[in-house]
Structure formats: C-alpha cells, structure tokens
C-alpha cells in the first residue's frame, strides 16, 4: 500500500504558536493556568494539557488568580477586559491572521459598516470576530441566510479563517452581483485554502483517503467532507485504534491528511498504523519479517549492529588491525546506553512512539538486564583491551547514567539540574560517545595514542551518528517539547536543524574525500562516501513525502552504519 501524507498535514502556524506559548507558560507564570476554551479541538493534545495541570476556563468567575490564555481563535475585546477584571494574567495566543481580520473589522465598524462575517455561527473565532462589529455584526453560514439579510448602504464581507474556498467564492459572486459597493475581504487563510487544495488534489490520485484530527474541528470535518465529495472512500479518525483495515483493504494507495488542530504525533501513530495493515493481510512469513524488524529496532540491537559496523570502518580507515573484541565493545556499549535511555524516556514515547513505550513498560525488567548485562561485558572488553580504554568507557558510561538524574538539588534553584536539561546535549552526546568508542578506543588500545588519523575519523564519525540522531529528533520535536525536553529541533526549529545536518553529512563527506585523497587515512574513505550519501538520500525522500515515519524509515537510517561496517569488511578482498 502506498501512503501519501499531505504536506500540509497537522497543526497550522497559528496553532503550533498557540501550542508553544501554553507549553512554556508553567516555567514562566505564577499560579494556576487556564486556557480560556479548550485550546484546541483536539481530545488527545486538551488530554495532555490536562496532565500538565492546565486546566480550561470556560465560565469567568468574578474573582479568579493565575494566567489564562487566548487561544487562537482570539475571543471579543470585552472578554478579554473581564478576564483582566477578574485578576488573571492574560496571555493572548490569537493566531496574528486572526488578528487581522479583527482589525479589518474594528476599522470598518468605527465607520459605520455593517460587517457580514461568511462562518459558522458558533465556533469561537466567529463569536470573537463579531465582538469588533459592534450591533451591525452579522454572520452567515448558508447562502440562505445571506438572502434573508436587508440591503446595507455601507457593509464589509470577511470570512472565518478556515472557511470553506467554494462557499465564499460563491458568496463574492452574489455580493458582485446584487450589492457591488460591499467590500469584500478574502480572509480565509492561506493555510487553509491550500490544505483544501492539497486534499482536493490527492483524492484524486489516491483509492482511499485518510482525515486526521478532532471530530469537533471544523476545518477537519471539512477536510473529510471534501475528500468525500470526491467519490473516493474516505475516513474521518481521532486515532490509529478507529482504522478499519477492511474499509482501506482494497486501497492501493491511501491519502492521509490532518486538520489544523492534530498533533504530528497523532499522525505518526496513524502512519505506523497504516504500514503495518499490508503486514497484517500478507502471509505468516511477511508478519514475522517485520516483526522481527521492529524487535530488532525496539531493542536497539539493529543500532548496536550498526555501531558494530561503524566501528569496524573507523578501525580500517585508521589502518588499525580488524580486532573483533573491540567492535563488540562499541555494540555493547551502544546498545545499553540506548536502553537505558529508552527505559528512563518512555514519558516522550507516549508521544512520539506509544509502540515503544508499550515496549519498554512491558519487557522493563528483561531490558533492564539486556542494559546492564551488555554495559558491563563492555566494561570487560574495554578492561582487557588496556587501562586507558577502560577508563574512558567507564567515564562514559558513568555520563551516560546520570544523563536524567539530578545532579543538583532542587533547594539551588537551577534550571539544568540534569545533563540532559542542558539544551541540545543528548543529539551532541550521543554523537560523541559513539565516536569516541568507535575511533578513539581502538587507536588507544591499539597504538596508545589519538594520532591525527583517529582525529580525522573521529569527526568524521561524530557528524555523521549527529545527523542520525538530529534527524529522530526531528521526527520526535512535538512529543519532546510536550514533556519539555530541549532537544536541537526544540530549540531551532525543524528546519533549521535539517539544514544543519545536512551540512554535517556535506561535513562528513568532505573529511571522507580529503582524508582518502591525502593518504591521511585508508582510500577505504573513498568507498565510505557511499555512507553520508545514502543517509542525505533517504533524508531527501523523507522530505519529499516519498517515506514516512515507521519502521521503514527507522531500518533505512540505522542501516548507513551497518553498510559502512560491510564496505569496510569487503574492501580488503577488492584491493
Ligand atoms: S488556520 Fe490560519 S488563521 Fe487559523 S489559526 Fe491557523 S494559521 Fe491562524
């Protein structure tokens, strides 16, 4: 089955800001916190607002304390004024489109226009909207009712930001016709007008089409409903548990979209939903094959493997003699520091990959044991191959164990209590640990010295396992940012960090090139550039929609190391 995810797909501009600015409020706010309405209409995202302890005000008491936040749909000006009346801190999350209309209005409606706003008539943007129109405020959800309307000497025409294109292009054609002095503003916004284009368009190509998001959103109701207008079967979900396998079992190609209100989380869940439905309908054999594959990748065995091989590579290009023991060690050791990482993160899991989380919460004790048994062999290994190995992976490993535990007590008032409050550092560490256990171990156990080759391959290994864990952090920023984890797409933003590790991949290329051409390192360097350029090749599909987040995915990109370890153990039998 072939899954086209739209690229508009989950929360809008507005929405996303909202979102953040309700997320950073507890560190920076004194007492309760409220939204005013539920933030969004979304039952898993108000779900775990609700966790953090922010709570919805939907009535405003005479007294209240704390901080309340205007979501993005913006509410009346007096509303606002009794909000501050009461006491609480206002913090206003009104999408700044939203906020134009709102002064379209306001301008307007000081000159004496009536203002016929083209929207549903309960939802909050509207009921806000119609609060800057002052008594000659209408609202029009049916071109009946624009009919029933009286003639306005003087009127403006505006739009619910995620109204429907047609509706109002039909609209525009009947002000054109019967009141041509009305001003009309097309209001609708972008985002919206080019989410109904997109799902237009893929219901066309695609036999099924998939709409994501809460069953109370109107921009997603309209989603489905377009979709729907199609002909083509379509289905409108909250979460992968409501997908029907027998309703897309026929479908060779599945449309998935989402309104502006869904999580990318929710769409993760639903993409890995949809993979594994061809699994399920093919053959005993194909179910154990990626059964096995995502066992393998759960347990980070498949990343231990690659650690293996990455090392095996580094060994070869240093001209170091192929020792086995050590290329264990880096397995050994990466695979335990990466359970014991997803053991102590199943908080973010719950977001980002609740299969994981599942995972680790019911095999905790056979994977706690699967850490400490393959960190202490490596510690064995590590003993046997010299003292100075032994000492730095001792230290690393010590790092790697007081990642989530608070080295500083509460009473000092720290923000970074924990390694890992440090911004950025689990992407930088993680890269640095297996560079070192794959470059720099085997130069000291080996010749008992870093010399400038093990340097050069120790960067070179360094950015190209950073741009592996930039990229998963990439796909896991909403889940880390709910549970307020500061990773380097958290704090850069999304695109940002793709470009930044993109250039380590050019980085890594460019060491690869230079070292293999000045004889610094093994000519194994140059087979090697097949590495970063496979990973910049699957990123490049991944951002153009052609894969999606899964276990696919996920094999593909541990698997750059597991070629580079298979390159390297070739090369001697083709020179
Ligand atoms: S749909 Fe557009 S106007 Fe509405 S909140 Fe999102 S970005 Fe703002």
Same mark, same amino acid.
């Given at each position: 089955m072939r899954l086209v995810i739209a690229k508009?797909?989950?929360?809008?501009m507005g929405v996303r800001r909202a979102v953040e600015m309700v997320l950073s409020a507890p560190g920076q706010c004194q007492g309760p916190i409220y939204t @005013?309405?539920?933030?969004?209409?979304n039952p898993q995202v108000l779900e775990m607002l609700r966790e953090k302890g922010i709570s919805v005000l939907d009535e405003i008491p005479a007294r209240g304390t704390g901080t309340v936040l205007i979501r993005a749909h913006g509410v009346p000006p007096e509303t606002r004024e009794q909000l501050e009346a009461a006491g609480f801190t206002v913090i206003d999350a009104t999408c700044p489109r939203v906020i134009k209309v709102q002064t379209i209005i306001r301008k307007h409606a000081g000159q004496g226009y009536a203002t016929l706003i083209i929207g549903d008539r309960d939802h909050p943007e509207v009921t806000g909207l119609l609060g800057y129109a002052g008594a000659f405020g209408r609202v029009v959800s049916r071109m009946a009712d624009l009919e029933a309307l009286p003639a306005f000497e003087r009127a403006i025409i505006v739009a619910q930001?995620?109204?429907?294109k047609n509706f109002f292009d039909a609209v525009q054609r009947w002000a054109a016709e019967h009141h041509p002095h009305y001003k009309v503003f097309d209001t609708i916004c972008d985002s919206t007008a080019r989410r109904q284009a997109e799902v237009r368009r893929l219901a066309e190509t695609a036999d099924a089409v998939v709409v994501v998001g809460g069953r109370s959103s109107g921009n997603t109701r309209r989603l489905a409903e377009i979709a729907a207008a199609s002909g083509k079967p379509t289905v409108h979900v909250?979460?992968?548990?409501?997908?029907?396998p027998d309703f897309l079992s026929g479908a060779r190609s599945v449309a998935v979209t989402a309104g502006a209100s869904t999580p990318n989380w929710i769409i993760k869940r639903i993409c890995r939903r949809l993979e594994t439905l061809p699994v399920e309908r093919g053959g005993a054999w194909r179910h154990l094959c990626y059964r096995f594959q995502q066992i393998l990748l759960r347990a980070n065995t498949y990343v231990a493997v690659g650690a293996g091989g990455l090392c095996y590579a580094c060994i070869q290009l240093q001209r170091l003699d192929p020792v086995w023991p050590l290329v264990l060690l880096a397995a050994l050791y990466v695979q335990s520091m990466h359970v014991l990482n997803n053991l102590t993160g199943q908080k973010e899991d719950r977001y980002n990959d609740p299969g994981r989380a599942h995972f680790y919460q019911s095999h905790r004790f056979a994977l706690a044991m699967l850490a400490l048994v393959s960190g202490g062999l490596g510690l064995l290994m590590a003993f046997q191959a010299g003292i100075e190995a032994f000492i730095v992976l001792a230290v690393m490993s010590l790092l790697g164990l007081s @990642?989530?535990?608070?080295?500083?007590?509460?009473?000092?008032?720290?923000?970074?209590?924990?390694?890992?409050?440090?911004?950025g550092s689990k992407t930088l560490l993680i890269a640095l640990a297996w560079a070192i256990v794959a470059a720099i171990l085997p130069a000291l156990a080996q010749i008992g010295r870093i010399d400038a080759a093990a340097w050069v391959v120790f960067a070179i290994c360094a950015l190209l396992v950073f741009a592996r864990t930039a990229f998963f952090d990439i796909l896991d920023v909403q889940g880390d940012r709910i549970v307020g984890k500061e990773t380097l797409p958290v704090m850069m933003g999304e695109a940002a960090t793709m470009r930044l590790l993109q250039a380590a991949l050019v980085l890594a290329a460019a060491g690869l090139a230079a070292g293999g051409l000045w004889g610094l390192?093994?000519?194994l360097a140059l087979l090697l550039l097949a590495c970063p350029l496979f990973l910049y090749l699957v990123l490049a599909a991944y951002t153009r929609g052609r894969i999606h987040p899964g276990v696919r995915l996920e094999f593909l990109i541990e698997t750059h190391f597991v070629m580079a370890g298979a390159l390297a153990f070739f090369w001697p039998l083709a020179t």
């Open positions: 508009t797909a989950g929360f809008c @005013y309405g539920p933030l969004i209409h930001t995620t109204q429907n909250e979460t992968e548990a409501e997908l029907d @990642y989530n535990l608070n080295l500083v007590p509460a009473r000092a008032g720290w923000r970074i209590r924990r390694i890992r409050d440090l911004p390192i093994s000519p």
